[in-house]
């Protein structure tokens, strides 16, 4: 007779059981954390160390920029009394207004159209994003040269129409993003519902992209607030922004007064572009 699962009689060999392997606990599992997580360190180390010395040194007492002369705010009085570095400021700040206010105004319209009406074109999808991912240089060439052509004179509003040109790309870029993850059926309701399309793009479509049109708005101020290449082919020579008197300042040496300035600069666009993800993040969970 043969034995129920056997074969001609012969019993039923069962599978061995591999032993269980040990996972690592106590001071390996450290060690092994911190070797994986070691690259990772090391490259926060080498971007972020010039930005730490750079913030330290602005304190520095001494006027010398790389020798430390014990801690000091008197470089941030010395810049809040220098009235070319306020000049710049004020120039930087009405440039970046301007150019955040149109942009944001543009780029949305320009968004809201291309998914409407172009939503399956690529090439118009590729040229709403081009100034954003052109060299600054290259657009900047190209600006001078438009302006030339027109005969168009150089000062605070070339530079705010040359800031509006890139930051509606980012805009666009930024709004689109929002459209893709918005419900197309709340707009389908309020016409339903007898709303006309202006009252259905203020009421139902304008608040729903609200979260992403105030990243976008805080990504161009931040870009506007320190760009510094299409600005210096741009500007007029009695208008100058603040990266473009920076730059006139370190042709004669850096100064701690310089360092209080990219302190001031940094803490600005830091605290920008943290918000804007914030609401970048907020808007994509809502």
């Given at each position: 007779?043969r034995?129920?699962?056997?074969?001609?009689?012969?019993?039923?060999?069962?599978?061995r059981?591999?032993?269980?392997?040990?996972?690592p606990?106590?001071?390996?599992?450290?060690?092994?954390?911190?070797?994986?997580?070691?690259?990772?360190?090391?490259?926060?180390?080498?971007?972020?160390?010039?930005?730490?010395?750079?913030?330290?040194?602005?304190?520095?007492?001494s006027?010398?920029?790389?020798?430390?002369?014990?801690?000091?705010?008197?470089?941030?009085?010395?810049?809040a009394?220098?009235?070319?570095?306020?000049?710049?400021?004020?120039?930087t700040?009405i440039?970046?207004?301007?150019?955040?206010?149109?942009?944001?105004?543009?780029?949305?319209?320009?968004?809201?159209?291309?998914?409407?009406?172009?939503?399956?074109?690529?090439?118009?999808?590729a040229?709403?994003?081009?100034?954003?991912?052109?060299?600054?240089?290259?657009?900047?060439?190209?600006?001078?040269?438009?302006?030339?052509?027109?005969?168009?004179?150089?000062?605070?509003h070339?530079?705010l129409?040359?800031?509006?040109?890139?930051?509606?790309?980012?805009?666009?870029?930024?709004?689109?993003?929002?459209?893709?993850?918005?419900?197309?059926?709340?707009?389908?309701?309020?016409?339903?519902?007898?709303?006309?399309?202006?009252s259905t793009?203020?009421?139902?479509?304008?608040?729903?992209?609200?979260?992403?049109?105030?990243a976008?708005?805080?990504?161009?101020?931040?870009?506007?607030?320190?760009e510094f290449?299409?600005?210096?082919?741009?500007?007029?020579?009695q208008d100058p922004?603040?990266?473009i008197?920076?730059?006139s300042?370190?042709?004669?040496?850096?100064?701690?007064?310089?360092?209080?300035?990219?302190?001031?600069?940094?803490?600005?666009?830091?605290t920008?572009?943290?918000a804007?993800?914030?609401?970048?993040?907020?808007?994509?969970?809502?």
């Amino acid at each position: 007779m043969r034995r129920p699962g056997g074969i001609a009689g012969r019993p039923v060999r069962r599978p061995r059981r591999l032993p269980a392997r040990r996972r690592p606990t106590g001071l390996v599992a450290g060690l092994a954390g911190l070797v994986a997580g070691l690259p990772l360190w090391l490259t926060y180390l080498f971007l972020y160390t010039p930005v730490v010395v750079l913030v330290a040194m602005s304190f520095n007492r001494s006027e010398s920029p790389y020798q430390w002369g014990g801690f000091g705010t008197g470089w941030y009085g010395t810049l809040a009394r220098d009235d070319e570095v306020l000049r710049g400021l004020a120039n930087t700040l009405i440039v970046a207004a301007g150019a955040t206010v149109l942009s944001t105004v543009l780029g949305t319209l320009l968004a809201v159209g291309l998914a409407r009406h172009a939503n399956r074109s690529r090439l118009l999808h590729a040229l709403s994003v081009m100034p954003a991912v052109l060299p600054d240089i290259v657009l900047a060439i190209g600006l001078l040269a438009f302006y030339s052509m027109v005969s168009a004179t150089l000062g605070l509003h070339s530079v705010l129409l040359a800031h509006t040109v890139f930051g509606l790309a980012f805009v666009t870029a930024v709004v689109r993003t929002r459209i893709a993850h918005g419900d197309p059926s709340l707009e389908e309701a309020s016409r339903d519902l007898g709303a006309g399309e202006v009252s259905t793009f203020l009421r139902v479509t304008l608040p729903g992209l609200a979260p992403g049109i105030v990243a976008g708005a805080l990504l161009v101020f931040t870009l506007s607030l320190d760009e510094f290449v299409i600005a210096f082919f741009t500007a007029g020579p009695q208008d100058p922004t603040l990266p473009i008197v920076v730059y006139s300042m370190i042709r004669f040496g850096v100064t701690p007064e310089i360092n209080a300035l990219a302190t001031v600069l940094l803490t600005v666009s830091f605290t920008v572009v943290i918000a804007a993800q914030r609401i970048s993040r907020l808007a994509e969970a809502s």
